[in-house]
């Protein structure tokens, strides 16, 4: 036996929520954040290093003949978030056309960038051989410039730097989670001899961003 | 035993709410701000200053030997949330190459960006050397400008004192703006708790009060709302 409710503005005013046709409950969020004073919530910013060994960020490494791989990886007691990831692409030479780092053509297998959860590995790009190929994946975020230098800083030593934003790519509205207490990692993959035959200066890394969840 | 309550329309025509497959109960969110009159939230605008003095704004000072510390603090009242930080660096001859405010070199030590809060010390960005540090810190945002093969304007604006002039005269500048939410995910943006020694702190660890370019400045802004409570 059910009866039905009716939820009553607990002001007295006397008031009753409306459901709309479909069944709909009418709902109004507050503009202002709840009283929450527990402080679970901190800025998470990492580089990608090598298998993870928080230190050796550059990524000019030779991957042809074993791949070799950047990530981070969950915390014990923290759930992470990765809301967003700028790469950082130069070289003398850079351009978007057949170009990797100013060596003037394709990587031949390219970088490989997934996660990996309890549902395995997930790529997130794959054959990534050419600074366009990273322009693209990002959805061409943050855009400036025009023509020979559209997404190119030219001062100093060239450089593209794209912002991958999970919310608006893959509309993960929290950001990537790397579940504590797992092995669940985000990593880039080299696959090519990036320690020789690229432009001069040349530089490569990943930066992480998000935040982290302190469990209570 | 629970009893089973069918939450029905409290005005007009019969209808009762509908809860979907995997236990969803339907909502339907309204275009309208609530009406709310308790006007508990309030605009937040504050120049980072000195030790937070409230006074000394310009960063051109002498981190070197001992750091020097640019904040915002907590609140005794209220909690105040940081949803976005305005950075401005500009100088004569300010470039996104190997340059901080004209120095044509970059930082030896670089700046550190953090808060506090009850969980330490929370980097946002370290190593901050030059000015592409601050515009990669904040993923180009805003994005305006365009390199040439005579000219390199991209995310450098002209005129930001007299004399400027386009074409890297006299104080053109950066001015990256570090958006909390988008980047790092914080909803309602970063917290300092009131009540608390919160606070977000900009770290010189170099000598900015020489070998800058001419017109050198720098400066933040942390925008955002303070949150009352009644």
Same mark, same amino acid.
């Given at each position: 036996m059910s009866k039905n409710t009716y939820i009553t503005d607990?002001?007295?005013?006397g008031r009753n929520a409306i459901v709309d046709e479909g069944g709909y409950l009418r709902v109004q969020s507050s503009f202002i954040p709840p009283?929450?004073?527990?402080?679970l919530k901190v800025v998470y910013r990492n580089f990608l290093t090598l298998d993870g060994d928080? =230190? =050796?960020? $550059?990524?000019?490494?030779?991957? $042809?003949t074993t791949s070799q791989t950047f990530y981070i990886q969950a915390e014990p007691n923290s759930d992470i978030y990765i809301t967003t990831i700028s790469f950082f692409i130069q070289a003398d030479?850079? @351009?978007?056309?057949?170009?990797f780092a100013g060596n003037g053509t394709l990587l031949t297998n390219g970088c490989r960038l997934y996660y990996e959860d309890k549902n395995g590995e997930i790529n997130?790009? @794959?054959?990534?051989?050419? %600074?366009f190929s990273f322009v693209r994946l990002c959805q061409g975020n943050a855009p400036f410039g025009n023509d =020979?230098?559209?997404?190119?800083? +030219?001062?100093?030593v060239p450089a593209i730097f794209p912002n991958l934003n999970f919310k608006k790519v893959f509309g993960f509205n929290q950001g990537l989670k790397l579940l504590s207490g797992t092995n669940n990692k985000l990593i880039l993959e080299i +696959?090519?001899?990036? $320690? @020789?035959?690229?432009? @001069? %200066?040349p530089a490569f890394n990943v930066l992480v961003f998000g935040f982290k969840i302190i469990k209570e | 035993m629970a009893t089973i309550s069918k939450i029905s329309n409290g005005e007009g025509e019969k209808r009762l709410v509908s809860v979907e497959t995997g236990g969803y109960v339907k909502v339907q969110q309204s275009e309208y701000p609530p009406?709310?009159?308790?006007?508990l939230q309030i605009i937040y605008r504050n120049f980072l200053t000195l030790n937070n003095?409230?006074?000394? /704004?310009?960063?051109? !000072?002498?981190?070197?030997?001992t750091s020097q510390l640019f904040y915002i603090q907590s609140d005794p009242v209220n909690d105040i949330y940081i949803t976005s930080l305005s950075i401005i660096i500009q100088a004569n001859?300010?470039?996104? #190459?190997?340059?901080f405010a004209g120095d044509t070199t970059g930082l030896v030590n670089g700046f550190r960006v953090y808060y506090e809060d009850k969980n330490g010390e929370i980097n946002?960005? /370290?190593?901050?050397?030059?000015n592409f540090d601050f515009i990669r810190l904040c993923q180009g945002n805003p994005a305006f400008g365009t390199d040439s093969a005579t000219n390199n304007d991209a995310f450098i604006i002209p005129?930001?004192?007299?004399?400027g002039a386009k074409g890297?005269?006299?104080?053109?500048g950066i001015i990256p703006v570090l958006d909390i939410n988008t980047i790092f995910g914080f909803e309602y943006g970063l917290k300092l708790f009131r009540g608390t020694n919160n606070r977000l702190v900009f770290e010189i660890n170099d000598d900015?009060?020489? #070998?800058?370019? !001419?017109d050198a400045g720098m400066n933040v802004i942390a925008y955002g709302f303070e949150r009352k409570f009644e």
């Open positions: 607990g002001g007295g005013s009283d929450d004073d527990r402080d928080g =230190t =050796t960020n $550059s990524m000019l490494v030779d991957g $042809s030479g850079l @351009t978007l056309g057949n170009d997130v790009g @794959t054959n990534l051989d050419s %600074n =020979t230098f559209a997404f190119i800083k +030219n001062a100093g +696959n090519d001899d990036l $320690s @020789t035959g690229l432009g @001069t %200066n | 009406n709310d009159g308790r006007d003095d409230g006074t000394t /704004t310009s960063m051109l !000072v002498d981190g070197s030997t001859g300010i470039s996104l #190459g190997q340059d946002i960005g /370290t190593d901050l050397t030059t005129n930001l004192s007299t004399g890297k005269n006299p104080a053109d900015l009060t020489t #070998g800058l370019g !001419v």
